[in-house]
């Protein structure tokens, strides 16, 4: 019997093989309509969880963001969304960072445009999550607008 006629076998064994491995060490990013979250690596160092201080703008640059947390535990995604602000037309169109810090090591990031009512949903923890939004400005600025930890309350059922 001749090895050469199992050679095209192997070649596509090995080929499924690999296939199938690739993309398997990573969690694939929640799509929300438009935006889509991008996650890194597993920290190696705790994150840090204290709130600190955030930014005033000055006169005429103030902008808000709503944070929510969604209680199932199944999906436990942060939403922000921007609520606009006297300084909304000085927000950079994809102008809004948003970091969270998940109390199991992992860092999630997303960019939220400046159109009202536009909102991102990133997954947090089942833990304590600390949360930070900043406002990126068309004058090069950028001002930290919310720093907080949300924990995670599980829905009761009655």
């Not at 963001?65 to 994809?94: E, L, Q």
Request: hydrophobic residues 40%; proline residues 5%.
């Amino acid at each position: 019997m001749n090895w050469r006629a199992f050679l095209p076998v192997l070649i596509v064994v090995l080929v499924a093989m690999i296939a199938l491995s690739a993309g398997c060490s990573s969690e694939a990013p929640l799509e929300t309509g438009a935006q889509q979250e991008s996650t890194s690596t597993m920290s190696s160092q705790a994150v840090n969880l204290n709130p600190g201080p955030t930014d005033v703008p000055p006169t005429g640059y103030g902008v808000q963001v709503t944070v929510v947390r969604n209680p199932i535990s199944t999906n436990p995604y942060i939403s922000v969304t921007f609520a606009g602000g006297d300084g909304w037309n000085m927000v950079k169109k994809d102008g809004i960072r948003v970091k969270i810090s998940r109390s199991d090591g992992r860092i999630v990031e997303g960019i939220l445009e400046n159109n009202l009512d536009s909102s991102i949903d990133l997954i947090g923890s089942t833990g304590e999550d600390r949360v930070e939004v900043w406002a990126d400005m068309v004058n090069g600025e950028s001002y930290k607008i919310y720093d907080d930890v949300l924990k995670f309350k599980a829905r009761t059922t009655n």
